[in-house]
């Protein structure tokens, strides 16, 4: 039984540059949730899928952040125009069901310069 | 909205002493409360969860917590600290969404060192 993987782990980008980040959760996990970690503080919600639907994306931070799960498998979050405030660590968290335990990845490092 | 707060940012043990990291969560509803640990550039492990039944919640690696509801808190301890328990913590509440989702809402951590 493999956990959450994402990829990349790391990810240096220049400021107004794209960036995509992929998760692959639990395989038999059909919710998709993601966090911000920026440094020093805890994981911030963003948004969170069940199946390919997304149920919640009003505490994406901007317009410039978006997210998918086409086929309720993997997930892809988007920011697009990156600006340095974007530096931080996205952790991506699948779970069986509402209010099971969620199980984290390894999380992408991003920094923009 | 929930939240969550961690007292101690950092907190610092003698190696085989005794590991007391706070927790105090608001919630308008029962909670379901967790700890996370945190190595160094890795995702969140999960530690312990409280859902319902016994207040007292063994965990992973020696630690346990214990829900009070009369003091909204949950605090994680250790009786004796090892060296690799060096790491950041974090309590979180499970907080439900309109859409009957949930998400976690976390504390700042607290970041834990051990003396040899």
């Known amino acids: 039984d493999t956990g959450v993987s994402q990829d990349p782990r790391h990810k240096i980008t220049k400021r107004g540059q794209n960036v995509t980040f992929r998760c692959d959760p639990i395989?038999?996990?059909?919710?998709l949730y993601w966090y911000r970690q920026t440094l020093g503080q805890g994981p911030e919600f963003l948004t969170y899928f069940q199946n390919e639907a997304q149920l919640e994306k009003s505490r994406l931070l901007s317009d410039r952040f978006s997210a998918e799960r086409p086929k309720g498998s993997f997930s892809t979050l988007e920011i697009q125009r990156t600006e340095q405030g974007d530096s931080a660590m996205y952790l991506c968290?699948?779970?069986?069901?509402?209010?099971?335990?969620?199980?984290f990845g390894p999380g992408t490092r991003l920094l923009v310069l | 909205a929930q939240s969550v707060t961690q007292l101690g940012s950092h907190v610092s043990v003698s190696e085989g002493a005794l590991v007391l990291l706070r927790c105090n969560y608001s919630?308008?509803?029962?909670?379901?409360l967790f700890w996370y640990v945190q190595y160094p550039n890795q995702g969140l492990q999960l530690l312990l969860k409280y859902t319902t039944g016994a207040t007292l919640v063994k965990g992973i690696n020696g630690f346990e917590a214990e829900f009070k509801k009369s003091e909204t808190s949950f605090h994680l301890t250790k009786p004796s600290a090892h060296m690799s328990d060096a790491a950041e913590y974090f309590c979180a509440v499970s907080d439900r969404l309109n859409n009957a989702g949930n998400m976690l809402t976390f504390g700042g951590g607290t970041r834990l060192m051990v003396k040899p």
């Open positions: 395989s038999e996990h059909n919710r």
């Open positions: 919630s308008s509803v029962p909670p379901y």
């Open positions: 968290a699948s779970s069986l069901g509402t209010r099971e335990t969620q199980y």
